[in-house]
């Protein structure tokens, strides 16, 4: 079974030909994504020796086909999938990971932050790719988003609202908690000094 955030990632892919999870750790969601018919091929890539056997592990157990690499991003990958996903990271770090990946990189991409998600937000609208979707799902105490986007070769125009609240936002109880999350934060920036673009952020309905 999936957590409820790699379940959302999960729920943003409709069907690709092939995927690449960077940072697999071990192995659940590219399992569930043969198992369940939404990718024909599959392939689990992490940084780490030890995660990447557990994954290989969980792979044999689930009864599915799927390549394993040791893999610093993009850097050990050898061709270009259909779809990546890259979730359970810094914003930044999926940033540089899409940047160092160039041509490799595939197209359509599903982005699960685990911080600096306005950075990420920034990064796609000006690099040419389109945010098609977002999921916001609680876990635990914490809440987070999921973003699917798509290159398109045509930068978006954005407020600073939308870096921080996406320009997709659904009536969800994730999305409202993370809106929630957002205030508080926007909130706690504000202590240091007004600043007009974090009112706005707070005020936002």
């Known amino acids: 079974m999936l957590t409820p955030r790699l379940q959302a990632a999960a729920d943003l892919i409709d069907y690709a030909d092939s995927v690449i ?3 697999t750790d071990h192995g659940y969601l590219p399992i569930y994504l ?3 018919g939404k990718v024909k091929t599959a392939c689990a890539a992490d940084i780490r020796k030890g995660p990447l056997e557990n994954a290989k592990e969980n792979i044999v157990n689930g009864g599915v086909e799927c390549e394993c690499v040791l893999s610093d991003g993009f850097k050990n990958i050898c061709k270009k999938y259909s779809l990546a996903c890259i979730c359970g990271m810094g914003g930044e770090t999926i ?4 940047t ?3 041509d490799i990189t595939p197209d359509t991409l599903v982005l699960q932050p685990m911080t600096g998600a306005d950075k990420l937000r920034k990064f796609l ?3 040419g790719y389109g ?3 977002e999921a916001f799902v609680t876990e635990g105490e914490k809440v987070y988003c999921i973003i699917k986007a798509k290159k398109t070769g045509v930068n978006t125009p954005f407020t600073y609202s939308d870096l921080f609240l996406g320009k997709i ?3 969800t109880e994730g999305y409202r908690k993370w809106k929630e999350k957002i205030r508080l934060q926007a909130q706690k920036r504000m202590l240091g000094g007004r600043n007009k673009a974090d009112e706005q952020l707070c005020n936002e309905e």
């Open 21 to 23: 999870d960077i940072g």
């Open 131 to 133: 945010i098609t979707d």
């Open 95 to 98: 940033v540089n990971i899409i």
């Open 34 to 36: 043969l198992k369940t």
């Open 169 to 171: 936002r659904p009536k």
């Open 100 to 102: 160092e990946g160039k």
């Open 125 to 127: 609208y000006e690099n």
